[in-house]
C-alpha cells in the first residue's frame, strides 16, 4: 500500500506529498499578495496562502529536459550577427526564445524552437567544417558564420543575459542597502542561478544523453544537487547522474504479447561499481574524441563515486557525472526542493549562511575534515525546523511500533558488499514510511531576525551528546543512535534525512564543532549591534583555515585519461594542465585571503 505523506490542513502548511513507488508528487500550495499577512519592512516574503498552483519536481525536471531537447547552443562568429542569426532559424520553425551571453571571451546564442522537430530540420541543413580535420559529427553545438547579406532586423527579439555579478560587486551594492533583511534578500537574488544558466545546465546534461542515446535508447541523465534544488549559486559546478533508464517511473506495463520478442544483449557486470567504471570510460571516451566544446575530460575511478568530469566551454561549467544504482544524489535533490518550496525564505537564508560560512573559513572550496555547503543547508533546515517554520521529517512504519529499530536494522541489510545501499531496500522499504509531520504556528520573522536566531541557536548546542536531523525524534541521543546503527563515535552527527542513523559528517573532525559555534557567538554578537549589517558580518567574521587543517587537505583526484586535447589552443591548453594542481591550492589561498589584520 502507498501511503500519503501529507502535512496536516493547518494554516501553516496546505500541501501534500504522494509517494508513489520510485516517484514522489509534490503538491505545492501558492499564496496571493493580498491574504499575505501583514510585515514590517524588514520582513522576507512570507510563506503564501492562496491561489494554489500543482507543480511536481519531476514534471519540473521533464519540462527543463524537454525545452533543453527543443534548444541549440550556437557560437556566434562576428559580434552583432544575431539579427542574422534569428532570420535563418526563424525560416526553419517557430523560435520561442533567443539569448546572447559571452563564455570564454566567446559570442553564444541560446536558442529555443518551439518543436523538436525544428531542431531536426535545422541539423539537416547545416554542414560541416572543411579542411580544418575535424570530424564530422552532429551535435546541437553550432557555429555561425555570419555573411553579412540580406536585411537586418533593426530590434530583433533576442535577449541578453546579464552576467550576474561577483562578490565584490555585490558588497559595494550592499553597503547601501540599510535593511539586513533586504540585503540578504538582494544577496540571494543577484547570486542564485538564473534563467539561462538554468537553461545551459539542462542543455549540456541533453548532450551527454544524446552521447550514449545511439546504443542505450532509454538513457536519461538529469542534473542534481545545487544545479536543481533551488540552493544552485551563479558558477556553481553541474553534477548529472546518468542511467539507462528512467529510474523514476518504474511502473511500466507491457503487452503480454509483444513480451515474445526481446533483445539479445550482453550480460552486465555482477558488481554494479565495475559496471558504472566500464561505462563512465565508454562516456570519457565519447565526449573527449567526438563531442564538441568537451574538454579536460577525466575519469576519476578510484572515488567513492566514480564519476567522469570534463568542461564544457561554450557554457563555462565544470560537469560531474556519476553512475550509480542507489539514486539517493536525485532523490536528496526532491526533498531539498520541496523544503525550500515550503517557505520563500529558506534559500536566502542558506544563501547568507553559506556566504558567512565561506568568509569565516567553515567551508573550503575543496574537500577535507571541515564542513560542506550541503551540511551548512542541513544545518539551516534543522534550525528551520526548531523554529517550526518548515516541517519535521518522520519515518513510521506502519508494520511495526518500533519503527527506529526496524528502520535501523532494514538499513544495516541494505549495505551492500562494495559499501553501497540497496535500492530495493532502502527506497522500497523506507520512503514508503516518510511522515511529514506539520508546524503548529505560522512564523513570520524577517530574515533578520533569522539569520540572528541561527547563530544564537549553534552557539548553544551540545554536539558533543546531540545530533542534527530532520527527522522527528522522540529524546533521542547522540550515543543511543550510534549504538543503535553500530556505528563509531562521530565528533559531530549529522543525521542523512534519507537514510535513517547515517552520519552524513563523517569527515568533521571534533575541532570542527568548537570552532563553528565559537564563530557563531562572534557572529550573534555582530548582528546584536543596531550599527553592523550583512557585510559587517562577513568582514569581521573572516579568519583563515587553521593550520592543523590544512595539513588534512584531500589530495586532488586523479585521473586516468591522457590528456590529448585536439580542439582547443595551447593557451587553453596550459590552463587545463594546472586545473588539478590549482584545485589543491584554492586552500592555501583561501587561507591566506581570510587573515585578519590585526
Not at 16 to 21: A, K, N, Q, R
Not at 104 to 129: D, G, Y
Not at 290 to 303: D, K, R
Not at 391 to 414: R, V, W
Request: aromatic letters at 10%.
Amino acid at each position: 500500500m502507498l501511503p500519503l505523506i501529507s502535512f496536516s490542513h493547518s494554516s501553516s502548511f496546505p500541501r501534500s506529498f504522494m509517494l508513489t513507488g520510485w516517484h514522489y508528487a509534490f503538491v505545492i500550495q501558492r499564496y496571493s499578495s493580498s491574504n499575505r499577512p501583514s510585515t514590517s519592512s524588514n520582513s522576507a516574503t512570507s510563506p503564501r496562502k492562496s491561489g494554489a498552483v500543482n507543480q511536481t519536481f519531476d514534471a519540473m525536471i521533464d519540462f527543463r529536459r524537454q525545452q533543453a531537447r527543443r534548444t541549440l547552443l550556437i557560437h556566434l562568429g562576428r559580434s552583432h550577427s544575431e539579427s542574422e542569426l534569428y532570420k535563418l532559424c526563424s525560416r526553419i520553425g517557430s523560435v520561442t526564445n533567443m539569448t546572447l551571453y559571452t563564455a570564454n571571451k566567446k559570442e553564444c546564442a541560446l536558442l529555443e524552437f518551439s518543436n523538436e522537430q525544428s531542431v531536426k530540420n535545422l541539423l539537416k541543413i547545416t554542414s560541416h567544417f572543411t579542411n580544418e580535420n575535424r570530424l564530422p559529427c552532429v551535435s546541437r553545438n553550432l557555429y555561425f558564420a555570419s555573411q553579412y547579406t540580406g536585411a537586418r532586423l533593426k530590434y530583433p527579439p533576442v535577449g541578453r543575459e546579464v552576467q550576474q555579478p561577483d562578490d565584490l560587486l555585490v558588497d559595494k551594492a550592499l553597503s547601501d542597502i540599510h535593511n539586513v533583511s533586504d540585503q540578504i534578500r538582494y544577496f540571494w537574488q543577484k547570486t542564485k542561478l538564473t534563467e539561462v544558466d538554468t537553461r545551459l545546465r539542462y542543455f549540456v546534461a541533453s548532450l551527454v544523453e544524446e552521447a550514449l542515446g545511439s546504443i542505450f535508447v532509454d538513457t536519461v541523465c538529469l542534473p542534481f544537487g545545487s544545479s536543481v534544488n533551488t540552493f544552485g549559486k551563479c558558477r556553481c559546478d553541474l553534477d548529472m547522474l546518468l542511467s539507462f533508464e528512467d529510474f523514476r517511473n518504474k511502473n511500466i506495463k507491457f503487452d503480454g504479447k509483444m513480451q515474445q520478442l526481446r533483445f539479445l544483449t550482453k550480460r552486465s557486470y555482477l558488481n554494479d561499481r565495475f559496471q558504472a567504471q566500464a561505462y563512465l570510460k565508454i562516456l570519457a571516451d565519447t565526449l573527449k574524441h567526438f563531442m564538441a566544446e568537451c574538454t579536460n575530460v577525466q575519469i576519476i575511478l578510484p572515488a567513492r563515486v566514480p564519476i567522469v568530469r570534463f568542461q564544457h566551454r561554450l557554457s563555462d561549467l565544470q560537469c560531474d557525472v556519476s553512475m550509480s544504482e542507489f539514486k539517493s544524489s536525485y532523490y536528496m535533490s526532491k526533498l531539498l526542493w520541496s523544503l525550500s518550496s515550503a517557505d520563500s525564505r529558506v534559500a536566502p537564508i542558506v544563501f547568507a549562511v553559506r556566504r558567512w560560512a565561506r568568509e569565516a573559513s567553515i567551508t573550503q572550496s575543496a574537500p577535507g575534515p571541515w564542513f560542506s555547503n550541503f551540511q551548512m543547508t542541513l544545518l539551516v533546515i534543522f534550525y528551520l525546523q526548531s523554529i517550526e517554520i518548515l516541517p519535521k521529517l518522520n519515518y513510521i512504519n506502519e508494520q511495526s511500533t518500533t519503527a527506529t529499530t526496524t528502520i535501523t536494522s532494514s538499513f544495516q541489510d541494505g549495505i551492500a558488499a562494495n559499501g553501497d545501499l540497496s535500492d530495493d531496500v532502502f527506497l522500497m522499504n523506507e520512503l514508503e514510511n516518510i511522515r511529514h509531520i506539520p508546524a503548529n504556528k505560522v512564523n513570520n520573522n524577517s530574515l533578520a531576525i533569522l539569520l540572528k536566531g541561527f547563530f544564537s541557536f549553534y552557539e548553544k548546542f551540545d554536539f558533543q551528546s546531540s545530533i542534527i536531523t530532520l527527522l522527528e525524534r522522540q529524546n533521542i541521543s547522540k550515543s543511543s543512535l550510534i549504538q543503535a546503527s553500530k556505528d563509531k563515535e562521530w565528533p559531530i552527527f549529522v543525521e542523512n534525512p534519507l537514510v535513517p542513523s547515517m552520519n552524513a559528517s563523517k569527515n568533521l573532525v571534533e575541532s570542527e564543532a568548537e570552532r563553528f559555534r565559537q564563530t557563531c557567538t562572534k557572529a550573534s554578537q555582530i548582528l546584536s549591534e543596531s550599527s553592523k549589517n550583512l557585510i559587517s558580518l562577513f568582514e569581521e567574521c573572516r579568519q583563515a583555515i587553521p593550520d592543523d587543517l590544512i595539513a588534512r587537505a584531500y589530495p586532488a583526484p586523479i585521473s586516468i585519461m591522457p590528456n590529448l586535447e585536439t580542439d582547443i589552443d595551447q593557451e587553453e591548453l596550459t590552463t587545463i594542465s594546472h586545473m588539478q594542481q590549482e584545485q589543491i591550492e584554492r586552500v592555501f589561498n583561501h587561507s591566506h585571503q581570510h587573515v585578519i589584520n590585526s
